[in-house]
């Protein structure tokens, strides 16, 4: 008891501890999750700010909508990435200039917005909205009666919510637009540079030259040191900076396209098929169940068909079939459906209605507007008022005048199957169109062919086998005998350098995200511990270098700085050579037969296009010569394709320059142009972006 008297402050502190502590650990276990998933579900990093992956992917597939549209809905890995990579640009230049908007306080007040709208000079996404195509003029009064809809609709209501949206994305834009001008409008050119740049451009330089080239010089007779790569290397350190981290592998890839079997036994298949398709009474039904490609049956004017279906099909009679043939990776065959005369274009307008509430309640909407139209309404009102296509309502509905393949194939069925000034409903995959046809011209004939394909592809023996092969050069591989064991297995060993996290598409593999994805997760020298499919290839790549986000280290640029260090050695011997003939030579034509060299001239040289004729771009000759004085013997000067020893003839002065406000003007101009890209890359590389996208993409 005396014990635990004397020591109660002390055991008092301990246990208040130990009760903290576990309330901490408690609060950490039961909420450390959600702030790690909060981690986990971060894409990048902008300054403070982060960005979730939520947020980048509703923008990403907001612009991927309007990337099916213009694309028909089919988009290659490439334009998927391309996508991806507008979307983040998107998304850290916003978020960067918000940022910088919001510290100066620069804001678009009500007056000034809504001057944006509709005052005497509204902004340019307001003008290219709403010009009458006929007048090419702002239409005020549809402007007019859309700001009227809109202030007349309810809160909630989805045109109220678009056009919110439109507007905040101008007062964004002149935001942008103000912070952009403080800057630009804070660069000033001087009559001094005025005159220089003057003279840069229209200055010549007459002088003659003789040139030792680096390859003059056989690179097994030069030996570069260490000390030649670290010299090149602390001289240049700034040009090894890396933007983001890269990787270099290099894989084996085992074939698994079709052999001449499997291509023999799908075409033995088409021909079945064809004799099926010339009794079959239902050639739509035969195409959506036969064929790889469910192509809509719709009319062809000559040029539009397969080359080889082309020169039959316009001379065959109804019911012909042809095939089976070759073409795009697929056996294929084809049935004259129908032959007729037709327009070759059409003028027409339609009014668009969504099909969201369901396909019956979107049909009697266009019925109910087609009654109207009949009974004497304006289609043009109608289609301003009722179209879901609002690039279109705002031309009364007008689609303008199209050839055939330039709409969809239900809606290009009715418009020139019709008659002119014909109303017509049809259901596509946008919705109910109510159509009216303004105009047909031209005529021609037509074809309306039905085609059955059936891709080219591997059979399971040949991908068996292919994948085999690969597993069997997998068991035996490490990082130490790739290049060996690829020899044993009669494969070749393919590098690719430098890939970033992002990459999509690389040498020879097409859609590779799989394989990119595991390069980023694995470690210098690793090799792969499955086999990547990569479209018909079956892939075990090695991880072989790993550069990291900021300034490499000599090791990493070696190889890359091979050849200009190789030249700089180089470039110590052809100067000594060239200092040699310069003792006692008085003229240039003596320099050059002492040194061996071939004496030229250069004529009409200027400053700011430094290029000498039949050699290229020489920044440190031409600089060179234009700080020279005529008649005199230059010192050997190292340039890009050799050493140069030079003599200036003379210089050509231009006239004075008489018009220093203008000069002033365009070198202004220029420099604002720049500066506009320089900024954002400052203020890019000052919010310390972090970027994380390959780790879910």
Do not use: C
Not at 446 to 453: E, G, L
Request: glycine share 8%.
């Amino acid at each position: 008891m005396s014990f635990l008297r004397n020591r109660m402050g002390l055991i008092l502190v301990i246990v208040i501890g130990l009760a903290l502590f576990a309330f901490i650990a408690g609060e950490v276990i039961q909420f450390g999750g959600s702030f790690f998933r909060d981690d986990a579900t971060t894409i990048g990093v902008i300054g403070k700010e982060k960005i979730s992956y939520d947020d980048f992917n509703q923008k990403y597939e907001k612009n991927a909508d309007q990337a099916k549209q213009q694309f028909g809905g089919n988009m290659s890995p490439q334009i998927v990435n391309y996508i991806q990579e507008n979307t983040w640009n998107q998304i850290v230049s916003r978020t960067i200039l918000t940022n910088e908007m919001s510290k100066l306080n620069l804001v678009v007040g009500a007056d000034e917005a809504k001057s944006l709208i509709s005052g005497p000079n509204p902004h340019p996404q307001i003008v290219q909205a709403f010009t009458n195509p006929q007048t090419g003029q702002l239409d005020r009064a549809q402007l007019n009666n859309v700001l009227s809809n809109v202030s007349n609709a309810k809160d909630g209501d989805q045109m109220k919510a678009q056009w919110s949206e439109f507007v905040n994305g101008i007062i964004e834009s002149k935001k942008a637009e103000k912070y952009v001008s403080l800057v630009t409008n804070g660069l000033y050119v001087n009559s001094l540079e005025a005159k220089d740049d003057y003279e840069a451009k229209n200055k010549l330089a007459n002088f003659k030259y003789v040139s030792l080239d680096y390859a003059s010089l056989p690179d097994n007779k030069v030996t570069i040191s260490d000390d030649d790569y670290q010299e090149y290397y602390n001289e240049n350190k700034h040009l090894f900076k890396n933007k983001q981290e890269l990787r270099s592998f290099e894989y084996v890839a085992f074939n698994g396209a079709p052999s001449k079997e499997d291509s023999l036994a799908i075409k033995a298949q088409v021909e079945k098929l064809a004799q099926e398709f010339k009794s079959t009474n239902n050639d739509s039904l035969f195409v959506q169940v036969n064929a790889d490609t469910k192509a809509p049956l719709t009319y062809h004017k000559k040029g539009q068909l397969d080359p080889a279906l082309d020169s039959v099909m316009f001379n065959a009679a109804n019911g012909f079939v042809y095939g089976p043939y070759s073409a795009d990776g697929s056996y294929k065959i084809a049935k004259l459906i129908d032959g007729r005369t037709g327009p070759d274009s059409v003028k027409a307008s339609h009014i668009l209605i969504s099909a969201a509430g369901g396909p019956e309640k979107a049909l009697a909407k266009a019925d109910s507007l087609k009654k109207l139209i009949e009974g004497g309404r304006s289609f043009e009102e109608l289609a301003k008022t009722f179209s879901e296509d609002k690039g279109s309502a705002e031309k009364g509905g007008s689609l303008g005048t199209f050839g055939r393949g330039a709409m969809v194939p239900v809606f290009e069925e009715a418009a020139f199957n019709g008659s002119k000034g014909q109303l017509k409903v049809v259901t596509s995959q946008f919705g109910v169109h109510l159509i009216r046809i303004e105009d047909q011209k031209g005529s021609s004939k037509v074809v309306k062919v039905a085609v059955v394909d059936k891709q080219i592809a591997s059979s399971r023996k040949t991908q068996d086998a292919a994948y085999g092969k690969a597993s069997a050069f997998l068991s035996k591989v490490n990082e130490n005998n790739f290049d060996a064991q690829a020899k044993s297995a009669g494969a070749k060993v393919i590098p690719v350098n430098d890939v970033n996290g992002l990459a999509a598409a690389l040498p020879g593999l097409d859609n590779a995200r799989d394989l990119v994805r595991w390069i980023f997760k694995a470690e210098q020298g690793d090799v792969s511990e499955q086999v990547f499919t990569v479209g018909n290839q079956y892939v075990v790549a090695r991880v072989t270098q790993v550069k990291p986000e900021g300034t490499l280290s000599l090791d990493l640029v070696k190889t890359q700085i091979e050849p200009m260090v190789r030249n700089r050695v180089k470039a110590k011997q052809l100067t000594q050579k060239l200092q040699s003939a310069l003792n006692g030579s008085t003229t240039i034509a003596q320099v050059a037969q002492k040194a061996g060299g071939k004496l030229a001239p250069a004529q009409n040289i200027v400053f700011a296009n430094p290029v000498i004729p039949g050699l290229g771009l020489e920044y440190k000759v031409i600089g060179s010569v234009f700080g020279s004085q005529p008649g005199k013997l230059s010192k050997p000067v190292e340039g890009q394709m050799g050493v140069y020893v030079y003599s200036v003839d003379g210089f050509v002065k231009p006239a004075p320059l008489t018009n220093t406000v203008k000069e002033k003007e365009q070198i202004a101009q220029q420099l604002a142009q720049r500066s506009q890209g320089a900024l954002f890359e400052a203020l890019k590389d000052k919010a310390n972006v972090k970027d994380y996208r390959a780790k879910f993409l």
